[in-house]
């Protein structure tokens, strides 16, 4: 184990979790797609891995979510776990709703970090030769940021006062606002979230519902829905049990398709919780 790593557990200190989820911010703005080590944060919640390791494949989905990378021979003598033990990787979407929204006070420093933090970071300054020409710009630079600070204390302003008149007069947002506001695909994982439910039930619901089917391990739509523009295909790199690598087909969603979840999904009783 690196002496520097940090491994959260329902002990841990606020610091100690700030911290970790600091480091995690910086290696997502370095383009890492997984990175938090699933070792570092299930004892947040769970008693053990393997059950941290069964949820995360029963409501998540490989490729997407994480990944699964084996342990190299060594490493999995020095764990004792044997030769066919995999390490699990998580997005940051992934860590935040599989571990950091089931414990309140961990979700608090998560959001503190990630909805802060990654906002706050000062660019540096122009790196003029002339140092008369250096000073000028500097200082229209702070000039220009004190005033954009003042602005942006303003509007925050206003837009709480905005936002307590609305919730007064419409105590609750409807989802077809939400996908509205919108223009991303997005996988079964995220609309699952916006109703309570896990990947695997939402896909079974809506292979109920004859919506969509299963053709070489991907959901395909029937055909009445396949040219409607409701989704699209994205290849992942995901790596096997024994070790080798493969690529993955798995099917995003449009917000149009989407919308036809949603439209489909009210009709039979099924709402997003933001509209129960």
């Not at 490493?75 to 776990?81: L, M, P, R």
């Not at 609305?166 to 916006?194: G, H, M, N, R």
């Not at 109920?208 to 959901?219: A, S």
């Not at 070790?243 to 439209?263: A, H, I, P, S």
């Amino acid at each position: 184990m690196n002496e520097n790593q940090i491994i959260l557990t329902k002990g841990s200190t606020e610091s100690d979790i700030r911290r970790y989820f600091e480091g995690v911010l910086q290696l997502s703005k370095s383009s890492e797609e997984f990175p938090v080590n699933l070792d570092e944060v299930w004892p947040l919640v769970y008693g053990q891995k393997g059950d941290a390791v069964g949820a995360l494949k029963k409501k998540f989905e490989e490729g997407i979510d994480y990944k699964a990378v084996p342990i190299a021979l060594e490493d999995a003598k020095a764990k004792k776990g044997g030769q066919n033990k995999m390490d699990y990787y998580l997005t940051t979407s992934c860590l935040e709703y599989f571990i950091a929204r089931k414990v309140r006070p961990v979700f608090e420093v998560y959001r503190a970090v990630f909805h802060r933090v990654a906002n706050s970071q000062t660019p540096a300054l122009p790196d003029f030769s002339n140092p008369a020409e250096a000073a000028r710009a500097w200082a229209e630079q702070y000039e220009q940021k004190m005033i954009e600070a003042r602005r942006a204390d303003e509007a925050e302003k206003q837009v709480l006062a905005l936002s307590a008149e609305i919730e007064s007069l419409q105590p609750k947002l409807s989802y077809y606002d939400t996908i509205l506001a919108s223009k991303e695909t997005v996988t079964i994982t995220q609309i699952a979230q916006d109703y309570g439910m896990s990947a695997v039930a939402l896909n079974k619901t809506l292979q109920e519902l004859k919506v969509q089917h299963k053709v070489n391990g991907q959901w395909i739509l029937y055909a009445p829905f396949i040219s409607q523009g409701y989704v699209h295909s994205k290849p992942v790199e995901i790596t096997r049990t024994n070790g080798k690598k493969d690529v993955k087909m798995n099917t995003e969603w449009t917000q149009k398709g989407r919308l036809f979840l949603y439209n489909g999904l009210k009709n039979h009783g099924i709402l997003p919780l933001i509209e129960r």
